[in-house]
């Protein structure tokens, strides 16, 4: 919503300042966006007189003119304008001077040979118009050397406001000056509109065709014709505020549509009457009709659009364009002004499907007031007489204008309540009614009132919307703030769940393991999504902002790798990465999961990669991936004493180098594992890449303990001791199943077995591998002799040999 | 070894005692490695040794000249004993440092990063945790909500009206319709995690809700997915002028400065009334914002009072109940509190730009020791 300070200062009467009213407007929340005056980028420009002007010796176009710009002796200047001419007056920049059309600040210069000091503009080379076709003239009483701004008027800084949508009342220039006088920077000037009295009945008649439950599209419909109106460019005050504000002036009778959009925030039409064929029906528009409209466009409508239609068919597409056919130009004579009220919802809709922006569905769809319905045409018809002339037919209406009559019953303690603040009720009741809210006292309680709902508010509903009017003109900075400490005056509790908390704990484990952090997008393309088991239709987005963000990831990985590969495109192959975050299995709000994963490429491995002093590590592999899913479970604290892990991974793993982590059959947590060249491949990504995502709402809670005592902790007296066993199995045999065996041996005694080598080639049979394990005997109630010793040993050999068909090496 | 010249029979005169000391300890003393003195050793007090020796002559002595003499020697075994023992020791250490000496490395040669050294905490992560850190202290839990919503849990509920222009302010994301006709959507603000927790939890409440939101929106200032921070609080006595308190407390702790001015501004939610956008006081002096000084004001947050209409909408009663509501830009915190001149860069995953903005795994917030140092 634009508005300028002479233009306000027809609704205010007031001496405060622009700096003051813009300071003012944005407290009570008129929130200004800028303030931009023309002057600004125009002030070098001046009014100067051509005292002679001869044709230039080289060049057939041009001329070499003397010009007086009030700044001592007439200066050389080279003209190409054909209109440039002795004793005329025009606009000079002399040099020195920024040029805004051409964004250049203007030098002295030799053109084709002869000195030029400056330079006559053209209108558009001050972005007044797009009229190049020669300089400016101005008419003879211009003063010389005074500047064009001051001249021309055009020092008039425009003041631009963000406008909330809850405002319809200040998309009208008498609706801010309203809300500034109750700020208290001036008096509201309350025009009276007279009703003109029509001469003849209106020839046109309006029908409202409508079911009855689509009344509400089209609740009323004024209309009024003038007759015998001589149509022209409107005055020129009408046609310079139009042009502050950045419209342009058309003709008079379509400039006063637009003028009282912004000056009373109330749309019009106006219909070329000689073009309207039989009267006028308003009904949904019939789908597959097409209008052109007045922005030179075609649009198809379909029955959610609301048009006014005469018996040729579509006119004007209601509250948002009118129709070209229709429109009114130099030739229009007889003239149908339409004041109409329509339903804001049906506007915001229509106006968003059709993809058209207008003043008029700006104000329709925040809604006009509907008490200025009918005196927005007197409005109208006393401009178009006015400049016009023309005789004024009665006023039809068409429907009824509906009952704005609202009150609210309003404690005055409600400002307290809500704000804290303390205020008269004499300050509130002042603040309400200057608003033009109206007070009925309550009879037999000086607490409350009924406080009546101006028309022009539909906004205000109830207690808490009157308490935003009062507290936003009373000043919101008088609201004193007030501790609100915890209820509970104690040391702070703890306050996150579990998954909250292993959330944050696994982000930092991860990155202690030298993974980097990132976020990745939640959508994904469809190909992707579907790669890695999503891309159901139900996790499509309908909109996308782009076709390769369309769906929800079902993984974290696509995007990390997709991430990793980026980093190695700018030369930075040896990254790792992880991200915690959102995945998704369906649209249900439980089939959203937190997941952690993270990706090494090439050789970002956990101690660091690639080619070093002391040795080359090589690329990360799966037994890194392992290890960071495996140390994240340790580092959130997951009991893994019921982890399973097998070979194998979903498919876009390596098939024989990964693994799955589960806690049952059912309840997978996690993979790890290389990703298979292909799903790379898919992913425009090159590797090898390790990876592992872990689910975080998958993993079992610890066990509740109703103290945080640990369990006792056992220390023998005795040494432990160590005994190595090399066994040959076949090679399908998983290690982890030989040390479970081993440690199934003598449960008590074998405090732990792990691998120190696995071997296969030379001195073992084909399609087997030795694997040599090392056991810790931990004695607790005597030291072993070499019999107890060798008895365990014969126990160890003989468990393994049983569950996986293992022989000692010989 | 030179043979002290002594009687044959009798007792050795003081004089060769003398003579053997001084040769004895000579050669201890001459001795440039243990072989060498282990010779002198075996010279002295060995089977065939010089002292061995004359302590063998003392049998044939009068018992006294053997008692003289016999101290004498003794005397003369001690001291020769002990100078063998610290020379000795002066060897083993002498050779150790040899060996040492040689075993030097080139220590400048650099080591392999350390992995604590290269990972990185995202800054969003790094910020949701110093709020967490805030408000856990203030007594606000942490709400959670799905990202795929309804429409009525982002809007309706939320006193959007059907159609309405602050709708289309939205630029939301829509899913396709579902069979039934219903359509979900990315939820727009973290808004519908307000309406979840009233549903759920009779007041008071006091939660924070942080997340990932979603608008259709793409430029330079704006990406499709963003994160927000919103707070709640709901019981029969919260006021505006108690959110101005949370509001400057915890703009306090967040950008770890002694004070802030803030400056509200009135406007409009559909799911607030009063609202409020607040901006804060800055200085932009050289491109670096600061806060707690200066005269700028930069917009950061909206806010209000939860309108009685979202909280009928939820089960609570206006007249019994009121509350105030706040919602923030986490990526825009973070960006004016650790100075990313873009938003973009936060979902690259470029780990030049992680490296340098990111933060070390260990540095957790506490209030305790200063969110970000």
New interface residues.
Partial sequence: MKLTLSWLKDHLETSASLGEIVETL????L?VEHVENPADKLKDFVVAYVVEAKQHPNADRLRVCMVDYGAGAPIQVVCGAPNARAGMKGVFSPVGAYIPSKKITLAQGIIRGVESNGMLCSAAELELSDDHDGVIELPDDAKVGQRYVDFAGLNEPVIDINL????PDAAGIHGIARDLAAAGLGKLKEHSIKHIEGKFPCPVSVKLDFTHEDAHLAPAFALRLVRGVKNGPSPEWMRKRLKDIGLRPINALVDITNYLAFDRARPLHVFDAGKVAGNLVVRRARAGEEVLALDGKTYRLDTGNVVIADDRGVESIAGIMGGEHSGCDETTTDVLIESALWD???I??SG?ALGIVTDARYRF??GVDPAFCVPGAELATHLVMQFCGGEPSQIVVAGAIPGTERAIEFPFSEV??????ELETSEISGILEKLGFGLMAWATNSERVHVKIPSWRPDV?????L??EI??IAG??R??????????QAI??????LL?KRT?QA??A??????????????ISKERATLFDGGA?????????AAD?SD?RPSLLPG?VA??Q??AD?G?GD???FE???I?KG?G?K??RVNAAGVRRCGAR???GGR???GV?GNADVFDAKADAMALLASLGVATGGLQLNSGAPAWFHPGRSGTLRFGPKNIVGWFGELHPRALAALDASGPVAAFEIVLDELPAPKARPTKVKGRLELSEFMPLERDFAFVVDRGVNAADILRAAQGAERTLIADASVFDVYEGVGIPDGKKSVAIAVTLQPREKTMTDVDIEAVAARIVAEVGRKTGATLRG | MAKAGHPINGAPNMSDLQTLESQTLAAVAAAADEATLENVRLGALGKKGSISALLSTLGKMSPDERKTAGAAINILKDKVGEALRARRALLKDAALDARLATETVDVT??????????????P??QVM?EL?AIF???????A?????ESDDYNFTKLNF??????R??HDT??????ADGT??L?RTHTSPVQVRTMLNVKP?IRVICPG?T?R???DQTHT??FHQVEGL?VDKK?????L???L?ESCKAFFEVSNVKM??????FPFT?????VDIQCSRKGGEIRFGEGEDWLEILGCG?V???VLRNCGID?DEY?GFAWGMGIDRIAMLKYGMPDLRP???????W??HY?F???D?PTLAGGLSS
């Fill in positions: 944005t407290r009570i929340g929130e909330t949508p809850n405002r804001a919802g049906n915001a809709r968003r769809e925040r307290r309540r809500l704000t804290g603040l509903e109830g207690k808490a919307d308490v935003e507290v936003r919101i900075n609201v004193v703030s007030t501790p609100l400490p915890r209820e509970e702070a509790k703890p306050i996150l769940t909250q944050r982000r930092r991860l990155a202690s393991r030298g993974l980097v952090e990132a976020v990745t997008w939640s959508f239709p139900a996790l499509s987005l309908a909109n996308p902002i963000l929800m990390l991430a990793a980026r980093n700018r930075l990254v790792a990465l915690v975050g959102q998704f649209d709000e089939d959203q956990p101690s660091g070093h002093w002391s590590a | 040669l650099p080591v392999r990063a350390a992995a604590v050294e290269t990972g990185r905490i995202h969003i992560s945790d967490t856990a202290d203030l007594g606000f839990s942490i959670e909500g799905p990202d795929v009206p059907e159609g309405h222009p602050a289309e302010m994301f829509f899913f396709n319709p579902a359509r979900k990315l008071p990932r979603y259709c929106d793409s499709p997915m609080v919260a006021h505006l002028g108690h101005k308190w949370i400057e400056r509200f501004r009135p406007s409009f009334e009063p609202s409020m956008e009072m309108h009685p209409n206006p009121q936060f979902f690259e995953a470029d780990v030049r992680l490296s990111g070390r795994p260990l957790f």
